[in-house]
């Protein structure tokens, strides 16, 4: 008879996260809150006369020890500099990455805070300014270990696993198709600023990894660091659906931005392109995730046939999107 294996997260039982923080030094107080997390899991967990601690275990296989602990070094760096990140805790020994029973985990420093306004203007100018110091940080050196965002991983192979494995029959030639013009078209944009420089990003800077607190925003999460493009993580704040009002927001978090740090004009016309990678590359993590049973219970609407139908109506409006003028500086 063959059985279903079970996935490495449901070994995280309540007494494996609380035996894996206690095995670091920490007495826990058996209280424990799971966090909005799948690509990870992570917890707040509650440390005996002591404030919560949070704890994220790594997703086993995705990063190397290699990988991590670069992005453990670059928030290091970062909080360093007093730039407003949650950086992993550091123990008397000088780590920041644990392992138990197979499991790979770090700590942080629980911080509160509610997301930015995004339709902000004031809120987006300090956003940029933050950003300029960030990039200014990880303009110092490169990751060694750490990927490329590039078109190859984030768009040719999200493309290939999505149309060998999950769209239906019915779609498959149409997705592949439209698929295939939109590379054409991000290629070709990448390709007339292939010079741009890239520098370490947080590379997934929306909405949900940041914490306003205090007029100053807190950035979470660095997981998906990697070398890209600084307009990388600064197009992702511009929330408005028009053109107009794009534009205004774009101009104030440039303006917070160059404060700090120098803006290369030609990566804005990279916006729509990298906008089409992360749209591809999206609908593949939920691909590749799907045999996490997290995954289903959480994102219901996913590998249906009106999830297809509408995830290729978007990417063909993504289509006249790459069309259009690249946004303004105003």
């Known amino acids: 008879m063959n059985t279903v294996a079970p996935h490495p997260f449901e070994t995280l039982t309540p007494e494996f996260i609380l035996a894996a923080v206690e095995s670091v030094g920490y007495f826990c107080d058996g209280h424990i809150l799971a966090l909005n997390s799948y690509e990870n899991r992570v917890y707040q ?3 005996d006369d002591q404030p919560p601690l949070i704890a994220k275990f790594y997703r086993p296989q995705r990063w190397s020890n290699e990988q991590i602990l670069e992005e453990h070094q670059y928030c290091l760096e970062l909080a360093e500099e007093e730039l407003p990140v949650v950086a992993p805790m550091v123990d008397e020994q000088g780590y920041t990455l644990h392992e138990y029973n197979g499991f790979r985990f770090a700590l942080y420093v629980r911080r509160g805070g509610r997301a930015p306004e995004l339709d ?15 990039h200014l940080v990880g303009a110092s050196k490169p990751f060694l ?11 040719y192979k999200s493309i290939e696993f999505v149309r ?4 239906p029959d019915s779609l498959r030639e149409a997705y592949a198709t439209l698929a295939q013009d939109l590379m054409e078209m991000v290629e070709a944009a990448f390709a007339e600023v ?3 420089r890239l520098i370490r990003v947080h590379g997934d800077c929306h909405g949900g990894n940041l914490l306003w607190r205090d007029e100053t925003p807190h950035f979470v999460d660095f997981d998906d660091a990697r070398m890209a493009p600084a307009i990388q993580d600064l197009w992702m704040l ?6 107009l009002e794009r534009e205004k927001q774009l101009a104030e978090v440039i303006a917070g931005y160059s404060e700090f740090a120098d803006f290369d004009p030609r990566e804005l016309h990279l916006i729509e392109p990298l906008r089409t ?23 219901t609407f996913f590998n ?3 999830y297809w139908g509408e995830h290729i109506l978007q990417l063909r409006e993504q289509f006249f999107a790459l069309k259009e003028p690249v946004l303004r500086l105003m």
């Open 45 to 47: 967990v509650g440390i």
């Open 120 to 134: 902000n203007l004031e809120h987006l100018f300090v956003l940029g300014r933050t950003l300029g110091r960030i």
């Open 145 to 155: 270990h750490r990927p490329v965002l590039d078109s190859e991983s984030f768009g």
């Open 164 to 167: 060998d494995h999950f769209i």
């Open 194 to 196: 292939s010079d741009v």
């Open 238 to 243: 511009l929330s408005s659906p028009e053109r």
């Open 277 to 299: 990678l992360r749209m591809l590359h999206y609908c593949a993590w939920l691909a590749r995730r799907w045999e996490d049973p997290a995954f289903p219970h959480s994102f």
């Open 304 to 306: 249906t046939e009106r």
